[in-house]
T-cell receptor, first 111, second 114 residues
Framework: SQTIHQWPATLVQPVGSPLSLECTVE??????LYWYRQAAGRGLQLLFY??????ISSEVPQNLSASRPQDRQFILSSKKLLLSDSGFYLC??????????FGPGTRLTVL | AQSVTQLGSHVSVSEGALVLLRCNYS??????LFWYVQYPNQGLQLLLK??????LVKGINGFEAEFKKSETSFHLTKPSAHMSDAAEYFC????????????FGTGTRLTIIP
């Protein structure tokens, strides 16, 4: 069966520091991968999606970036965090079905 | 472009009472519709989905939803609320099968009153 992992689970970072969040999927190949952000009291905002290695589409211009160095690995990064980057970051994948499956999320607090 | 509106950011029901969470969509083509549930500090879990088959869809944990094209709605219901149903619920829409981005509503937080 397929599983999706995210780490770290929680992260507290100072403003201006770099960021790297990792997401990996097991049990499937060539998945579509997604990064969402959920800010306090708000819905989910799609940040990036990827249909293959090295293929990244950005939905919202911001100081975040994403990379897909391997088929089942999706990384969210920032060179300098802003206070507004705080939130709950969710990675998701879908394959041959019409359903997206979500990871457990990373709670990021920028101070 | 598609969109989803969830009416009521907070809903409270008594334990044992009917749960009704509202979702209306906008789509230029026949949509695929989803309900997800999120427990505190966890990821989203699929409750049920509509993909142009039966209009009444049954999901996990006793939830069901009915696709009503004439009303552009996909409301989520459960006949009898349980304390464990307390969570945030998200309605989402995509345009067609697979490889399509989901557009989410802003969510409804469900509180169960003992």
């Amino acid at each position: 069966s397929q599983t999706i992992h995210q780490w770290p689970a929680t992260l507290v970072q100072p403003v201006g520091s770099p960021l790297s969040l990792e997401c990996t999927v097991e049990g499937t190949s060539n998945p579509n991968l997604y990064w969402y952000r959920q800010a306090a009291g708000r819905g989910l905002q799609l940040l990036f999606y990827s249909v293959g290695i090295g293929q990244i589409s950005s939905e919202v211009p911001q100081n975040l970036s994403a990379s897909r160095p391997q088929d089942r690995q999706f990384i969210l990064s920032s060179k300098k965090l802003l206070l507004s980057d705080s939130g709950f970051y969710l990675c998701a994948w879908d394959g041959a079905t019409d359903t997206q499956y979500f990871g457990p999320g990373t709670r990021l607090t920028v101070l | 472009a598609q969109s989803v509106t969830q009416l009521g950011s907070h809903v409270s029901v008594s334990e044992g009472a009917l749960v009704l969470l509202r979702c209306n969509y906008s789509s230029s083509v026949p949509p695929y519709l989803f309900w997800y549930v999120q427990y505190p500090n966890q990821g989203l879990q699929l409750l049920l989905k509509y993909t142009s088959a039966a209009t009444l869809v049954k999901g996990i944990n006793g939830f069901e939803a009915e696709f009503k094209k004439s009303e552009t709605s996909f409301h989520l219901t459960k006949p009898s609320a349980h304390m464990s149903d307390a969570a945030e619920y998200f309605c989402a829409v995509s345009l067609n099968f697979g490889n399509e981005k989901l557009t989410f509503g802003t969510g409804t937080r469900l509180t169960i009153i003992p």
